[in-house]
C-alpha cells in the first residue's frame, strides 16, 4: 500500500467515525479530502515509476544519494 493510499484509509475510517457520532459537518470536510486525494493516487505512481526508471537505465548519478535525489527531483531545498 502507498503512503496516498494508506492516507485515504485513514481519511476513509474517519469520515465513517464522523458519520457514526453524528458531526456530519466534520464528516463533510474529511469526504473532501478523501476526493482531493484520490487523484494523487496517479501523480504518486508517476514520480514511484519515474524513480525506478531513472535508476534502471542509469539516469541518477552515482555521486547522489537517495535523499539527495528526491531533493533535486522535488526541488525541497
Not at 457520532?21 to 496517479?42: C, F, N, W
Not at 508517476?46 to 526541488?75: L, M, P
Request: glycine letters at 2%; charged letters at 25%.
Amino acid at each position: 500500500m502507498t503512503p496516498i493510499q494508506e492516507l485515504i484509509d485513514q481519511l476513509q475510517n474517519k469520515y465513517e467515525q464522523l458519520q457514526q457520532s453524528g458531526d456530519l459537518v466534520a464528516a463533510m470536510y474529511v469526504q473532501d479530502a478523501i476526493e482531493l486525494a484520490h487523484p494523487m493516487l496517479e501523480k504518486e505512481k508517476e514520480i514511484i515509476c519515474n524513480a525506478f526508471s531513472d535508476a534502471q537505465h542509469g539516469a541518477v548519478e552515482s555521486r547522489w544519494t537517495a535523499e539527495e535525489y528526491f531533493e533535486e527531483i522535488f526541488k525541497t531545498k
